[in-house]
């Protein structure tokens, strides 16, 4: 095969990403559901031509670490066999679907998952982050999940939504994903797509959306805030900063009949009531490790100023219960786009503090060191008797 392009911040399994352990591919798995079998095979693949980490992305995607030019080929022929290898690069990007990780048999999700694949497959060159959400469960619950065309059930049936519009479009089963396609279609021939980028919310804050995809005005569905336990079909169990080892992976794998990918670093194992007590995995709901969020950082990411695993789950206890702190390893945030309470961003003198923003925002302290930060957290608000953070 032809030597992968290395480049870009949304890789895949033909077009990867280079990083700071190697390059990162991005598996898309179709309808987000695997079974047993298949993500133990992912596990094997990721041990032998990776270095054994598996991330959880916040579509929904699993990705494997530390891939070499020389391990790649043999990577894509395994994940092949397993059907999830696209035709070719721009069929792979295009195919950037959200699936409701609540679904039932009979609701028509996983049939029009299909269907929208199939239509992408020959659709209009879309920006590399641009995606669409199928949030046809009993009720929606990707609202905070990162999408730009929207199919969400409410009372009254399906309805078609562009992101950051108020209005949507009623559906049927059969009418939807050709009326998503008419509306990607909407988005690039009135210049959605900018040097290759763009999102819907942006170009609707700058173009006036069709009178044909808002003829409905629709109740904007709250976004959720899912935990590790019991739920609809099975039980959620998190994973540590959404990363897993393959050898829990495999494990995890010959537990479980099938696992469903989630944009909230869990993943749901079907049928199951616990999940097992393995390494990484997340069980309880008031878990501390809950209320951080961290990228990748150094040395896994080459923009990465600090390294911010260790840094987020030292001060993990320390952050109140219904809060989040976002520990980024730099100004770009990738790992929460959206405001946070607290957010530490790494700067090449140490880490900036923001209060209930995102990680590009003026700081209330700058320089904070990170050592100092896990020994004695309330350096964070400079206040001795303020509460933790
Ligand atoms: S936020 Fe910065 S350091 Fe973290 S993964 Fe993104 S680019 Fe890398």
């Given at each position: 095969m032809s030597a992968p392009v290395i480049q870009g911040w949304c890789p895949g399994a033909l077009k990867p990403m280079e990083s700071g352990d190697g390059w990162v591919v991005r598996i898309r798995a179709q309808g987000g559901r695997l079974e047993g079998a298949a993500l133990g095979r992912i596990a094997e693949l990721a041990r032998v031509h990776g270095n054994g980490l598996i991330d959880l992305s916040a579509r929904s995607n699993l990705q494997i670490r530390g891939v070499t030019p020389e391990t790649h080929p043999a990577l894509i022929d395994g994940l092949r066999a397993l059907g999830l290898i696209d035709e070719d690069a721009g069929r792979e990007a295009r195919r950037n679907i959200l699936v409701t990780p609540y679904w039932c048999e009979g609701d028509g999700t996983q049939a029009l998952a299909a269907e929208l694949a199939t239509a992408l497959a020959d659709g209009p060159d879309l920006p590399g982050k641009f995606g669409f959400a199928l949030?046809?469960?009993?009720?929606?619950?990707?609202?905070g999940a990162s999408a730009d065309i929207r199919l969400e059930r409410g009372a009254a049936g399906l309805m078609l939504r562009a992101d950051g519009a108020l209005q949507g479009l009623p559906v049927t089963q059969d009418t939807a994903v050709p009326a998503m396609m008419a509306l990607a279609r909407w988005f690039v021939a009135s210049g959605g797509v900018r040097d290759g980028r763009g999102r819907m919310a942006a170009h609707l804050a700058r173009v006036e959306l069709p009178a044909e995809f808002r003829t409905h005005t629709v109740e904007l569905p709250e976004p959720i805030c899912e935990k590790p336990g019991p739920t609809a079909g099975g039980v959620l169990v998190g994973l540590a900063f959404g990363q897993i080892e393959a050898d829990t992976l495999a494990t995890l794998a010959a537990t479980v009949q099938a696992v469903r990918l989630t944009p909230w670093r869990m993943l749901l194992l079907e049928g199951l009531t616990a999940a097992p007590?393995?390494?990484?995995?997340?069980?309880?709901?008031?878990?501390?490790?809950?209320?951080v969020v961290a990228c990748t950082g150094a040395p896994g990411c080459p923009q990465a100023q600090q390294s911010t695993r260790v840094l987020a789950a030292g001060l993990a206890p320390h952050v109140p219960a219904g809060q989040v702190l976002h520990v980024s390893g730099c100004a770009k945030g990738c790992a929460h786009p959206r405001p946070a309470d607290w957010v530490l961003t790494a700067t090449i003198t140490g880490f900036d503090l923001i209060a209930g923003g995102r990680a590009a925002d003026i700081p209330l302290r700058r320089g904070l060191d990170p050592q100092a930060l896990i020994a004695d957290p309330l350096l964070l608000t400079g206040r001795p008797h303020a509460p933790l953070l």
């Open positions: 949030d046809t469960g009993p009720v929606p619950v990707l609202a007590d393995l390494p990484g995995l997340i069980h309880d709901p008031t878990d501390p490790m809950l209320r």
